[in-house]
């Protein structure tokens, strides 16, 4: 094998190995502020397909973050930090209502609301991540939660999920 293919397969494994839950919830949070802000800045030269494509990206990758604070982060954050309580329930009712708005956006443009629940969407998104990053995350780093560990659960995680959602339903149910 040459040497660069070898080489950068150890990197890969190390990097891998240091994920830190936080980091990586903060990172998602980034990858869907900069959609947002594309779908919004591009919106009136895109066309109406070009906009539901990037809207159900922006979808895609809630769906997954979602998924793994519901699975994991949240329920190692109760168990750790009990002044989370309060923010935690905010943060699944914040959740509940970001699936209603993702599954309209799922269903299509049906009307000229498209753009706007997208948008609402956003505005949903902006808050919850200002309220993890200003006032859960501190909480959870003074408890006793390992970060690094949590953070490799839910990277393994996330991995599975983006890789089911890339089979056909066929493939993922065989």
Same mark, same amino acid.
């Given at each position: 094998?040459?040497?660069?293919?070898?080489?950068?397969?150890?990197?890969?494994?190390?990097?891998a190995?240091?994920?830190?839950?936080?980091?990586?919830?903060?990172?998602?949070?980034?990858?869907?502020?900069?959609?947002?802000?594309?779908?919004?800045? /591009?919106?009136?030269?895109?066309?109406?397909?070009?906009?539901?494509?990037?809207? &159900?990206?922006?979808?895609? %990758?809630?769906?997954?973050?979602?998924?793994?604070e519901?699975?994991?982060?949240?329920?190692?954050?109760?168990?750790?930090c009990?002044?989370c309580?309060?923010?935690?329930?905010?943060?699944d009712?914040?959740?509940?209502s970001?699936? /209603?708005?993702?599954?309209?956006?799922? &269903? &299509?443009?049906k009307?000229?609301h498209?753009?706007?629940l997208?948008?609402?969407?956003?505005?949903?998104?902006?808050?919850?991540?200002?309220? %993890? /990053?200003?006032?859960l995350?501190?909480?959870?780093?003074?408890s006793?939660?390992?970060?690094?560990?949590?953070?490799? /659960?839910?990277?393994?995680?996330?991995?599975?999920?983006?890789?089911?959602?890339?089979?056909?339903?066929?493939?993922?149910?065989e």
């Open positions: 094998m040459p040497r660069s293919q070898t080489s950068s397969h150890p990197r890969t494994t190390a990097r190995k240091k994920t830190n839950a936080i980091a990586l919830l903060k990172a998602d949070h980034e990858k869907v502020e900069a959609l947002f802000d594309r779908y919004e800045k /591009q919106k009136e030269k895109m066309t109406l397909r070009q906009r539901e494509q990037l809207a &159900g990206e922006i979808c895609g %990758e809630l769906k997954v973050h979602t998924q793994i519901e699975e994991i982060f949240y329920p190692a954050a109760r168990e750790a009990e002044e309580e309060d923010m935690l329930d905010e943060a009712v914040e959740h509940a970001a699936k /209603q708005l993702i599954a309209e956006i799922e &269903g &299509g443009p009307d000229e498209f753009d706007a997208v948008k609402v969407l956003g505005e949903y998104v902006k808050h919850h991540v200002k309220e %993890e /990053q200003n006032e995350f501190p909480e959870i780093r003074k006793e939660l390992d970060l690094d560990e949590l953070g490799e /659960q839910m990277a393994a995680r996330k991995q599975e999920l983006v890789s089911g959602e890339r089979q056909s339903p066929r493939e993922a149910a």
